[in-house]
């Protein structure tokens, strides 16, 4: 039996699985951001929060999207 089976219940594997798909197929830009937030089943908001505790900053706006160019 492989540990990680005896550590967490199934669903909570299925989960990590899931929020994993989420964050790679977002960070490829395979998955909008609505998209990711509605396969995890969070708002916009907690998806920015997701991303934010996992450290992903990609598709991140900055100052320079704020930037009107002239």
Do not use: N
């Not at 395979?30 to 907690?46: D, N, W």
Request: some cysteine; hydrophobic content about 40%.
């Amino acid at each position: 039996m492989h540990l990680s089976t005896v550590l967490a219940p199934e669903a909570f594997q299925g989960r990590e699985a899931q929020e994993y798909l989420a964050m790679e197929g977002y960070r490829a830009g395979t998955l909008s951001h609505f998209q990711a937030s509605e396969l995890l089943g969070m708002t916009g908001f907690q998806f920015d929060g997701f991303l934010k505790d996992h450290h992903i900053h990609d598709h991140a706006c900055d100052v320079d999207d704020l930037i009107v160019k002239q």
